[in-house]
């Protein structure tokens, strides 16, 4: 891969990756399948199982509201390179802190 079609890479990924979780349209379809950011961590009187699954979401809501973490996910299904993905993954969070700021 040429130098700049490396930096288009890591740059249109990143950005598929932070859209991925600030897009309006993908906080809606994550809320209407049950993971929703303000559920993290409510605990309630559950058995073992329902523990189980309070964890299990819990995990995956803040995977999925992650931008360093869905975005590696994301470019390591596009690219299959656990580097150029870990670059990818970072310059997301980096993104994701500037438009949140």
Not at 47 to 60: A, V
Request: with cysteine; net charge positive.
């Amino acid at each position: 891969m040429q130098p700049f079609e490396t930096i288009m890479t890591i740059l249109t990924i990143a950005s598929v990756g932070v859209l991925f979780v600030v897009a309006e349209p993908m906080i809606i379809v994550k809320r209407l399948l049950g993971f929703k950011e303000e559920n993290i961590g409510i605990k309630k009187d559950y058995k073992l199982i329902g523990l189980m699954y309070l964890q299990l979401r819990d995990f995956l809501t803040k995977l999925l509201y992650c931008a360093l973490c869905s975005t590696w996910w994301i470019s390591i299904i596009i690219t299959h390179d656990v580097l150029l993905s870990s670059l990818i993954a970072i310059v997301a969070e980096l993104i994701h802190r500037k438009i949140n700021k």
